[in-house]
């Protein structure tokens, strides 16, 4: 079926929930007005509606291809590309200084979420240019700026990552690659770097990899770690292509899923050292390198909602027109569309809620991203980032691992003909079971929230989190009617999870392993909470708009329902597995696995 980018709830999310307005008002956001916002993101849509979308299938049944070191991409994946650049998509959030437009997060957010809905394989050679960007707008230096990152946003170059070794997964303390000083300040480059993706291919020019490495005098652990940046083919300080670089592919990976997009072996220094060129200060690159995994990490959790949506727009299509027996109910003497029954109701509802909870979070917290950067007063952008920071592993985490249980019931809807190939449905299940797995797994989000989130600052960003939701517990208490009930269903979600918050900071220094065994349902518990804070406030704007739309306010104030008796129904059953199911998790030996 044909995607169809759901802009009225993106503008609704904007508009109602991350206070587009506010952003607008922003120092430097002036012109991101929500009549500007409105037509970028109907252009947005057109683009990949129109374009990106028909590839979809194409990609998966024509993936990217390798010979003799050359990767071929999917037809029609390089005139896309081309036009994906030249329509300027690349640069919506970056610097007009260097060719972008300098937009907000908030507002390149939702044409993010539809970029990877349309095609989530084609979609990630972008997003690891933006985090190449990212990194050298932070780190590097002012002549690496001005040579890179205009070619990077015009889709001439495109960049990537390289992080994981075949002996080094996430644990980078083991990177070996090592880099070797020159006398004219270069470096010459050797090892070997697995699954990068997008790390050879056909659609641009050149290639600019950001490649960790250690110099020979360097520290031991994360702390010997430098960054780098290795072109595919040398340039001149004006940017003239030269030479290739001795940087090679040597394979690239068969994949469950994502199968257009390209993950790239690569060989550094066969012939001698492939040259580098050092961002920032030795043995920082880790720091660095954070900059475009903190970059990417929003971006999947971005792509967990993207690939959900697509996934529940395919499902409600196929619901609509599959005739298959009588109701329960009696009704009807012949068969009816699936749709009327009620069990695929319930998972169509569990789809709709989860994908709109999972979005609000997450352009929520865009919003605060922007702020963050942006806003006039210093405490208001420490307080903003501190929000978006507690937020990113979250919306990483909850959004992708939600993605797999969308994307489950898109193909359960669909019975038998889920299973086959050619309905769909099975691949927007594929494509999602990396989500969890890159960038971080689940457990590394996890991890992240319990000692970088929660423990640094001794649980203050999650207990004003706590008491912003209690605010809107009362808003909905005042509202009355159906918000009363989603008030108490959010209150015993607030108290499960201020109850696991204090029960981390508690026991982490005397039992970690109990507290850490509980990580990922404690970051599954604030995604639920959170994306059912936004709901509820959702409810509330909706409530106030409904004479405008009836028929969309109405439904939004039905999925928010759902939401609080289905899926926030979870919180206290998973805060007491997180404080009391600690010893069973460990109980078993090695042997008795």
Same mark, same amino acid.
């Given at each position: 079926?044909?995607?169809?980018?759901?802009?009225?709830?993106?503008?609704?999310?904007?508009?109602?929930?991350?206070?587009?307005?506010?952003?607008?008002?922003?120092?430097?956001?002036?012109?991101?007005?929500?009549?500007?916002?409105?037509?970028?993101?109907?252009?947005?849509?057109?683009?990949?509606?129109?374009?990106?979308?028909?590839?979809?299938?194409?990609?998966?049944?024509?993936?990217?291809?390798?010979?003799?070191?050359?990767?071929?991409?999917?037809?029609?994946?390089?005139?896309?590309?081309?036009?994906?650049?030249?329509?300027?998509?690349?640069?919506?959030?970056?610097?007009?200084?260097?060719?972008?437009?300098?937009?907000?997060?908030?507002?390149?957010?939702?044409?993010?979420?539809?970029?990877?809905?349309?095609?989530?394989?084609?979609?990630?050679?972008?997003?690891?240019?933006?985090?190449?960007?990212?990194?050298?707008?932070?780190?590097?230096?002012?002549?690496?700026?001005?040579?890179?990152?205009?070619?990077?946003?015009?889709?001439?170059?495109?960049?990537?990552?390289?992080?994981?070794?075949?002996?080094?997964?996430?644990?980078?303390?083991?990177?070996?690659?090592?880099?070797?000083?020159?006398?004219?300040?270069?470096?010459?480059?050797?090892?070997?770097?697995?699954?990068?993706?997008?790390?050879?291919?056909?659609?641009?020019?050149?290639?600019?990899?950001?490649?960790?490495?250690?110099?020979?005098?360097?520290?031991?652990?994360?702390?010997?770690?430098?960054?780098?940046?290795?072109?595919?083919?040398?340039?001149?300080?004006?940017?003239?292509?030269?030479?290739?670089?001795?940087?090679?592919?040597?394979?690239?990976?068969?994949?469950?899923?994502?199968?257009?997009?390209?993950?790239?072996?690569?060989?550094?220094?066969?012939?001698?050292?492939?040259?580098?060129?050092?961002?920032?200060?030795?043995?920082?690159?880790?720091?660095?390198?954070?900059?475009?995994?903190?970059?990417?990490?929003?971006?999947?959790?971005?792509?967990?909602?993207?690939?959900?949506?697509?996934?529940?727009?395919?499902?409600?299509?196929?619901?609509?027109?599959?005739?298959?027996?009588?109701?329960?109910?009696?009704?009807?003497?012949?068969?009816?569309?699936?749709?009327?029954?009620?069990?695929?109701?319930?998972?169509?509802?569990?789809?709709?809620?989860?994908?709109?909870?999972?979005?609000?979070?997450?352009?929520?917290?865009?919003?605060?991203?922007?702020?963050?950067?942006?806003?006039?007063? #210093?405490? =208001?952008?420490?307080? *903003?980032? %501190? +929000?978006?920071?507690?937020? !990113? @592993?979250?919306? /990483?985490?909850?959004?992708?691992?939600?993605?797999?249980?969308?994307?489950?019931?898109?193909?359960?809807?669909?019975?038998?003909?889920?299973?086959?190939?050619?309905?769909?449905?099975?691949?927007?299940?594929?494509?999602?079971?990396?989500?969890?797995?890159?960038?971080?797994?689940?457990?590394?989000?996890?991890?992240?929230?319990?000692?970088?989130?929660?423990?640094?600052?001794?649980?203050?960003?999650?207990?004003?989190?706590?008491?912003?939701?209690?605010?809107?517990?009362?808003?909905?208490?005042?509202?009355?009617?159906?918000?009363?009930?989603?008030?108490?269903?959010?209150?015993?979600?607030?108290?499960?999870?201020?109850?696991?918050?204090?029960?981390?900071? #508690?026991? =982490?220094?005397?039992? *970690?392993? %109990? +507290?850490?065994?509980?990580? !990922? @349902?404690?970051? /599954?518990?604030?995604?639920?909470?959170?994306?059912?804070?936004?709901?509820?406030?959702?409810?509330?704007?909706?409530?106030?708009?409904?004479?405008?739309?009836?028929?969309?306010?109405?439904?939004?104030?039905?999925?928010?329902?759902?939401?609080?008796?289905?899926?926030?129904?979870?919180?206290?059953?998973?805060?007491?597995?997180?404080?009391?199911?600690?010893?069973?998790?460990?109980?078993?030996?090695?042997?008795?696995?």
């Amino acid at each position: 079926m044909s995607f169809q980018a759901p802009i009225k709830d993106m503008q609704f999310v904007m508009s109602e929930l991350a206070d587009l307005t506010r952003i607008a008002a922003l120092p430097g956001y002036e012109d991101a007005s929500p009549d500007v916002a409105q037509a970028v993101l109907e252009e947005a849509a057109r683009f990949n509606e129109e374009v990106l979308a028909p590839l979809n299938v194409i990609g998966d049944q024509q993936p990217s291809t390798w010979k003799d070191g050359v990767v071929t991409t999917t037809p029609g994946f390089k005139e896309a590309f081309r036009q994906f650049s030249e329509a300027g998509w690349q640069g919506v959030v970056h610097p007009q200084a260097f060719g972008g437009q300098g937009l907000p997060k908030l507002v390149a957010t939702p044409c993010t979420e539809m970029l990877n809905a349309a095609n989530l394989s084609f979609a990630l050679c972008p997003l690891l240019t933006d985090g190449a960007v990212e990194a050298l707008l932070t780190a590097g230096t002012e002549a690496q700026r001005a040579l890179y990152v205009p070619k990077l946003l015009s889709g001439e170059w495109t960049g990537t990552m390289n992080l994981t070794e075949p002996q080094a997964g996430s644990d980078l303390a083991m990177v070996r690659t090592r880099a070797e000083r020159e006398a004219d300040g270069t470096y010459r480059i050797f090892g070997t770097k697995i699954f990068i993706t997008f790390g050879e291919h056909d659609m641009a020019e050149n290639i600019v990899h950001l490649v960790l490495a250690r110099t020979p005098d360097a520290p031991a652990g994360v702390k010997g770690i430098s960054l780098f940046i290795v072109p595919k083919f040398n340039v001149d300080a004006e940017g003239k292509l030269g030479a290739r670089n001795d940087v090679h592919c040597v394979s690239i990976e068969h994949k469950l899923g994502i199968k257009a997009s390209p993950t790239a072996v690569l060989q550094f220094g066969d012939n001698g050292g492939a040259t580098g060129y050092l961002v920032g200060e030795e043995n920082r690159g880790l720091e660095y390198m954070f900059i475009m995994m903190n970059a990417a990490r929003f971006a999947v959790g971005m792509q967990g909602v993207a690939v959900a949506e697509r996934s529940y727009q395919h499902a409600v299509a196929y619901a609509r027109d599959r005739l298959q027996s009588r109701p329960v109910d009696g009704s009807s003497r012949d068969a009816v569309t699936i749709i009327h029954h009620p069990d695929v109701k319930r998972m169509l509802m569990t789809m709709r809620a989860l994908t709109q909870g999972a979005r609000a979070l997450a352009y929520v917290a865009a919003g605060q991203a922007d702020i963050a950067h942006h806003a006039a007063d #210093a405490d =208001t952008r420490q307080r *903003a980032q %501190a +929000v978006y920071e507690f937020l !990113v @592993p979250i919306v /990483k985490g909850w959004s992708t691992e939600m993605s797999l249980e969308v994307t489950s019931l898109g193909v359960q809807v669909h019975g038998g003909m889920g299973f086959i190939e050619e309905t769909g449905a099975a691949q927007y299940y594929r494509d999602a079971r990396i989500l969890p797995i890159y960038e971080g797994t689940t457990a590394i989000q996890a991890n992240d929230l319990i000692g970088r989130k929660t423990l640094r600052d001794r649980g203050a960003v999650a207990r004003m989190l706590c008491e912003q939701i209690e605010a809107t517990e009362n808003e909905l208490r005042a509202a009355g009617g159906v918000a009363t009930p989603v008030a108490e269903r959010l209150a015993k979600g607030r108290e499960a999870l201020s109850v696991v918050v204090d029960y981390v900071l #508690a026991n =982490t220094q005397d039992n *970690a392993n %109990a +507290v850490f065994a509980g990580s !990922v @349902p404690y970051l /599954k518990l604030a995604g639920i909470v959170l994306g059912g804070w936004q709901m509820g406030r959702a409810l509330l704007a909706a409530q106030k708009l409904r004479d405008q739309d009836p028929s969309f306010y109405d439904a939004k104030i039905g999925t928010a329902r759902f939401f609080a008796e289905h899926i926030l129904t979870q919180a206290p059953g998973l805060a007491q597995s997180i404080t009391e199911g600690a010893d069973s998790a460990l109980s078993l030996s090695e042997a008795q696995f």
